[in-house]
C-alpha cells in the first residue's frame, strides 16, 4: 500500500465525487486518501494526506480552483495538480497551467484515460484532453508579434465568443471597471471603434 499514488479529489459534485473515489480505488497501484468539496474543506486535512496528487475542479463553492492553485502548491508543494472540469476555455486552460497545475482533463475524459492521466504527471509529464491539446497548440499558432497583452487576448477571444462585459468579467474573475480598462486600450491598440470591428483585425492580424 505504502507503494500506492495517493490521490486526493477535491470537487464539489458529490456524486461524481464519489464516482472519481470509486474509480481509482478499484485499480492496482492508486489510493484515494481524502475527498473535499471545496478548497477551505481540504485546507484543513491535505497537509496530513501528503498527496502525490491532486484532482481538482475548478467550479467550486468558495474560492474557485484556478485561484487555490498556488495555495495548493504552497501547502503541499510535492504534490502535482491535475485539473478535471467541463471548461475548455482557453483563458482558464493557461490561468490553470501558468498558476501551477501539472496537467488538464475535462470530464468526458475516459477513465481509463483519467487513471493514466495520475500516473503521467507523478512521472512528470503534463496530461491534457485531446480538445485541450488543440487549444494549447493554437495559441502558439498566433502571431507572435501582437500588441496585445496577453489578458487582452483573452478579453478580444471572449468578445469574438458572443460574451458581455459583465460575463467576461465572470469568466475571467476580474471586475467590471478592468474589463472596461482593457477593451479600451484594445481598441485603441486595433485602432477600432467597434466590437465587429476589433473582431476583424484581431482575426485578420491572427492575433487570435
Request: aromatic share 6%; glycine share 6%; hydrophobic share 40%.
Amino acid at each position: 500500500m505504502k507503494n500506492n499514488i495517493r490521490v486526493v479529489i477535491i470537487e464539489d459534485d458529490h456524486i461524481i465525487r464519489s464516482g472519481y473515489e470509486f474509480l481509482i480505488n478499484a485499480v492496482e497501484g492508486y489510493s484515494v486518501i481524502g475527498t473535499y468539496w471545496s478548497y477551505e474543506n481540504a485546507v484543513k486535512e491535505i497537509f496530513s494526506d501528503h498527496p502525490d496528487v491532486i484532482l481538482l475542479d475548478i467550479e467550486l463553492p468558495g474560492a474557485n480552483g484556478i485561484e487555490v492553485i498556488p495555495k495548493l502548491k504552497k501547502l503541499v508543494p510535492h504534490s502535482h495538480i491535475l485539473i478535471l472540469t467541463v471548461y475548455e476555455s482557453e483563458n482558464l486552460i493557461f490561468s490553470a497551467l501558468a498558476n501551477g497545475a501539472s496537467g488538464y482533463l475535462t470530464k468526458n475524459t475516459s477513465s481509463a484515460k483519467i487513471i493514466e492521466a495520475i500516473k503521467e504527471v507523478v512521472e512528470g509529464g503534463g496530461p491534457m484532453s485531446v480538445n485541450i491539446a488543440k487549444l494549447v497548440i493554437k495559441s502558439f499558432q498566433k502571431n507572435q508579434d501582437s500588441p496585445l497583452s496577453k489578458r487582452e487576448t483573452q478579453i478580444i477571444e471572449l468578445i469574438r465568443n458572443g460574451k458581455s462585459r459583465s460575463q467576461i468579467a465572470r469568466d475571467l474573475f476580474i471586475d467590471l471597471e478592468t474589463v472596461r480598462s482593457h477593451i479600451k486600450n484594445i481598441y485603441i491598440k486595433l485602432d477600432v471603434n467597434s466590437r465587429a470591428d476589433a473582431i476583424k483585425a484581431a482575426t485578420d492580424n491572427r492575433l487570435i
